[in-house]
């Protein structure tokens, strides 16, 4: 089982530009969640998809988008970057009905120029 | 709205010691509490997972007690070790349906031999 996976590791950008970050849940999950991690910070709760369907949001402008395929693998969009938006961005997968135990991935770390 | 605060933020202390963590959320509504550890620039490793039924959960070295009416979690580590060095986290996740996780900012610890 090779866990939660995130592509791509590291990635630069300029101010304005869009995004795409991608994740692939560890087998047998059904549930995607995205977080946003500031340095010196815990991680903030972006949104959660489950079923191709966005279950539940943080407190994040619509900048922020996401999308879930049939293989439950998920997507986060970022447009019109901003410099608050470099971080480390985590991908958690669970079993929504099984104790919702979250595993996460490596984290993609954007710096926004 | 859940906030999760941990004491202390940073911990430094010789090899062998035992140590407490601790964790405090302010709604006891909580579906679960997890324990995680995260290395410099690294995602987050699982480490205790407690049901919002049960008192404790062991794993090796590690132990996580959960008091929710108190509001309260702890993270006792054992004869610490130099490779215990990381910054822990804990995340209450909200019952009633959101499965929402609320994190603490972590405490960043240091074992020196």
């Known amino acids: 089982d090779a866990g939660v996976t995130q592509s791509p590791t590291h990635l630069i950008k300029t101010r304005g530009q869009q995004v795409t970050l991608r994740c692939s849940p560890k087998?047998?999950?059904?549930?995607v969640s995205w977080y946003q991690q500031a340095l010196g910070q815990g991680p903030q709760f972006i949104f959660q998809?489950?079923?191709?369907?966005?279950?539940q949001r943080g407190n994040f402008p619509d900048r922020f988008s996401g999308h879930q395929f049939p293989n439950y693998s998920s997507e986060l969009n970022v447009n019109a970057l901003l410099l608050g938006d470099s971080a480390l961005y985590l991908c958690?997968?669970?079993?929504?009905?099984?104790?919702?135990?979250?595993?996460f991935g490596p984290g993609t770390r954007l710096t926004v120029l | 709205k859940q906030e999760v605060t941990q004491i202390p933020a940073a911990l430094s202390v010789p090899e062998g010691e035992n140590l407490v963590l601790n964790c405090s959320f302010t709604d006891s509504a909580i579906y679960n509490l997890q324990w995680f550890r995260q290395d410099p620039g690294k995602g987050l490793t699982s480490l205790l997972l407690i049901q919002s039924s049960q008192r404790e959960q062991t794993s090796g070295r590690l132990n996580a007690s959960l008091d929710k009416s108190s509001g309260r979690s702890t993270l006792y580590i054992a004869a610490s070790q130099p490779g215990d060095s990381a910054t822990y986290l804990c995340a209450a996740l909200a019952s009633g349906g959101s499965y929402i996780p609320t994190f603490g900012r972590g405490t960043s610890l240091i074992v020196h031999p």
């Open positions: 998809y489950y079923e191709e369907e966005e279950r």
């Open positions: 958690a997968s669970s079993r929504l009905h099984s104790y919702n135990e979250q595993f």
């Open positions: 087998s047998g999950h059904d549930t």
